[in-house]
């Protein structure tokens, strides 16, 4: 079955460092590609997706590439603010499937002024 | 325009007893999901909806677990008996058709004691 892969957590970055969160999926046929993001007692919210492969997604400075190669959709963001502080979760979505979703266990992160 | 909307927020119950969480999506989305997430997991989908028909419920432990959505609009998720392991936050998605974007509530909060 369809399956994704997060790195594990927690994320601690001081403000304006680089981050990337490893992301790889397991899926048969072509999903769409997604990452949601968790703020502390919130639901969760779409942050950027990828249709099909070597599409970009990308959104309030961060970005993903859809790399069917090695099966991957990382997420990264070249300067991150305390602001950012949230969990991250990667899934993906089966387009045959009226939209059935797999999400990885999650990513926190915690950027420190 | 308005969002997902799930009530209530937080429910504390003791084992063995029955809860009740109600959903109603985003309009005009025929297609209304609910996962359970718990603590340090991701979401992981229970039951899913096309208007006022389960489209996949394979996952629903359906000795405790029931959903319905009668009109195709709202909908409700309930437990009975509830466990100590179905502790977890509950969250509605809805999105359109054939689309894979889910848009989430912010989730009801369920601690079973």
């Known amino acids: 079955g369809d399956s994704v892969t997060q790195m594990e957590g927690p994320v601690t970055l001081s403000e304006e460092a680089f981050l990337t969160i490893n992301c790889t999926y397991t899926?048969?046929?072509?999903?769409?590609l997604f990452w949601y993001v968790q703020y502390p007692g919130e639901g969760l919210q779409l942050l950027l997706k990828?249709?099909?492969?070597?599409d970009k997604g990308s959104n309030k400075g961060f970005e993903a590439t859809y790399r069917k190669e090695t099966t991957s959709f990382h997420l990264e963001k070249g300067s991150v603010q305390v602001s950012d502080s949230a969990v991250y979760f990667c899934?993906?979505?089966?387009?045959?499937?009226?939209?059935?979703?797999?999400f990885g266990d999650g990513t926190t992160l915690t950027v420190k002024p | 325009e308005a969002g997902v909307a799930q009530s209530p927020r937080y429910k504390i119950i003791e084992k063995r007893q029955s809860v009740a969480f109600w959903c109603n999506p985003i309009?005009?989305?025929?297609?209304l999901y609910w996962y359970q997430q718990i603590l340090g997991q991701g979401p992981k989908l229970l039951i899913q909806?096309?208007?006022?028909?389960?489209?996949?419920d394979s996952q629903l432990p359906k000795d405790r677990f029931s959903a319905e959505r009668l009109k195709g609009v709202d909908s409700t998720l309930k437990i009975q008996p509830a466990e100590l392991g179905d502790s977890a936050v509950y969250l509605c998605?809805?999105?359109?058709?054939?689309?894979?974007?889910?848009?989430f509530g912010e989730g009801s909060w369920l601690t079973v004691v």
């Open positions: 998605a809805s999105s359109l058709p054939l689309q894979p974007t889910l848009y």
């Open positions: 899926a048969t046929g072509y999903p769409s």
């Open positions: 990828a249709t099909k492969a070597d």
């Open positions: 899934a993906l979505g089966d387009n045959t499937n009226a939209g059935k979703s797999t």
């Open positions: 309009s005009g989305h025929a297609t």
């Open positions: 909806f096309q208007n006022n028909g389960v489209v996949d």
